[in-house]
T-cell receptor, first 114, second 116 residues
Framework: DTAVSQTPKYLVTQMGNDKSIKCEQN?????MYWYKQDSKKFLKIMFS???????INETVPNRFSPKSPDKAHLNLHINSLELGDSAVYFC?????????????FGPGTRLTVL | GENVEQHPSTLSVQEGDSAVIKCTYS??????FPWYKQELGKGPQLIID?????GEKKDQRIAVTLNKTAKHFSLHITETQPEDSAVYFC???????????????FGAGTILRVKS
């Protein structure tokens, strides 16, 4: 009964490869997010979707492409992986875009690019 | 855009002592300030939040204070316990979602160690 789940938990891959991270929430929320946490623990938003519509795209390279097939899923596809993409990626969701709505985070996916 | 500064970056306290973490934000339009706790290997979890129309909020051993004039807010943990050891993040957000998309801007985090 995990609220926000991500797969895989760990991802190790070579430079230049393409990979995807999947996210699902069973909270019935309208809004989902992707965050990147770097090696210094700094958390930065990448994308936000509301009812499958892109709301935020935070100057992320176009090698990163989010896809929301339905409200409960927000997947992240990364093309031509680079060393600098190594980080922990967190998916999150909130009931709506309202400012007071809590964002619930998934457990994270640790991506290592060799 | 919004910038959130958080201090200290690491904090060690003895069990039972209090811990205070401070954050400063730059954009006066920000009006919602959550605090998240991140345990090792897990995602951040909301522990307390405060809106700009409130000066202080308390939940058991945790409290948050907000000074809108000075644009800073603080997390206070009293009677610290070993299980409080984690990374704590402050964040700021604006309410006009159409323009800002419910975007949370995080501070750099504080590693809290509670020694028993």
């Amino acid at each position: 009964d995990t609220a926000v789940s991500q797969t895989p938990k760990y991802l190790v891959t070579q430079m230049g490869n393409d990979k995807s991270i999947k996210c699902e929430q069973n909270l019935g929320h309208d809004t989902m997010y992707w965050y990147k946490q770097d090696s210094k623990k700094f958390l930065k938003i990448m994308f936000s979707y509301n009812n499958k519509e892109l709301i935020i795209n935070e100057t992320v390279p176009n090698r990163f492409s989010p896809k929301s097939p339905d409200k409960a899923h927000l997947n992240l596809h990364i093309n031509s992986l680079e060393l600098g993409d190594s980080a922990v990626y967190f998916c999150a969701s909130s009931q709506t875009l309202l400012v007071q709505d809590t964002q619930y985070f998934g457990p994270g996916t640790r991506l290592t690019v060799l | 855009g919004e910038n959130v500064e958080q201090h200290p970056s690491t904090l060690s306290v003895q069990e039972g002592d209090s811990a205070v973490i401070k954050c400063t934000y730059s954009d006066s339009a920000s009006n919602y300030f959550p605090w998240y706790k991140q345990e090792l290997g897990k995602g951040p979890q909301l522990i307390i939040d405060i809106r700009s129309n409130v000066g202080e909020k308390k939940d058991q051993r945790i409290a948050v204070t907000l000074n809108k004039t000075a644009k800073h807010f603080s997390l206070h943990i009293t009677e610290t316990q070993p299980e409080d050891s984690a990374v704590y993040f402050c964040a700021a957000r604006k309410s006009r979602w159409v323009e800002y998309g419910n975007k949370l801007v995080f501070g750099a985090g504080t590693i809290l160690r509670v020694k028993s």
